[in-house]
């Protein structure tokens, strides 16, 4: 048997293993049209998982985009799809609304007992990104290629996450009764679990997002419990103009997209 030094060793070299290939995967990947890639990568798991995928394709998804498992992919994906959708689509009225909201957002990160000092470079870029009808990018391409640049997208998921923990402070007694006991305060939940980057979304963050942005998600679970009448959940508020889709499988998230997108 190894001992406590050889244990630690082997389980280091583990996770350095899995971070380079981790670092290997494109931080957003091709449209990839049909699931044939998925349902292969599912072959070994639990018949509910393909269960759950066959549900998927029934509802009129023409396929998926992956995203990079490094515990930023619903944030990652949630923006790249986002200001993907308002090129394509040109919805002026979303993309002048999300303008105002990012000119305004340092105010409310303010309120949140945030200092200027250190998210005012990071604002400036969001809001350059949403006004003006998005200068830089007029196709999917220039999207992907804004998304693949590691230091823009970093800081483009760093701000969704500031914003997501700005919400949860600011609506604290909300949302405090869903959080474990192991988190005293939303302050100290939010510093650990929301704020750093690398740390998986879950349920509360995703609520936040939504909300305090306005668009609506929904979300198709791929878990060995999943049946071929599996159904999405949308969280979010009802009334948002736009809506993000992603397929989930147990810690990560990838976008999908409908045939008509």
């Not at 290997?24 to 091709?30: K, R």
């Not at 009448?229 to 889709?245: C, D, R, T, Y």
Request: net charge negative; aromatic share 10%; glycine share 6%.
């Amino acid at each position: 048997m190894a001992n406590p030094a050889e244990q630690w060793a082997l389980h280091s070299a583990q996770q350095d293993m899995l971070q380079a290939e981790v670092e290997q995967q494109p931080l957003i990947g091709p449209l990839e049209v049909g699931f044939e890639g998925l349902r292969g990568k599912l072959s070994g798991a639990a018949p509910g998982f393909l269960n759950g995928l066959k549900a998927i394709e029934k509802r009129g998804y023409k396929g998926m985009r992956t995203v990079r498992g490094d515990g930023n992919c619903f944030f990652r994906g949630f923006m790249f799809r986002l200001i993907e959708k308002l090129v394509v689509e040109k919805n002026e009225g979303e993309r002048k609304r999300l303008a105002q909201f990012m000119k305004d957002s340092l105010d409310i990160l303010v309120s949140a007992q945030y200092e200027l000092i250190g998210v005012e470079t990071f604002q400036e870029l969001m809001v350059e990104l949403f006004e003006d009808d998005i200068p830089r990018m007029s196709t999917t391409e220039d999207v992907v290629n804004l998304f693949s640049n590691k230091g823009e997208s970093e800081h483009i998921v760093w701000y969704s996450r500031i914003l997501c923990a700005a919400y949860l402070k600011l609506n604290a007694d909300r949302f405090l009764p869903f959080l474990s006991e192991q988190y005293l305060t939303m302050e100290d939940f939010c510093s650990r679990e929301v704020e750093p980057q690398g740390k998986e979304c879950e349920q509360l963050q995703i609520i936040a997002l939504s909300e305090i942005l306005q668009i609506s998600v929904s979300i198709e679970y791929l878990s060995s419990a999943s049946t071929e009448e599996s159904e999405p959940v949308v969280l979010g508020p009802e009334s948002a103009a736009m809506m993000i889709h992603f397929i989930y499988r147990p810690g990560h998230y990838d976008v999908l997209y409908f045939k008509d997108s």
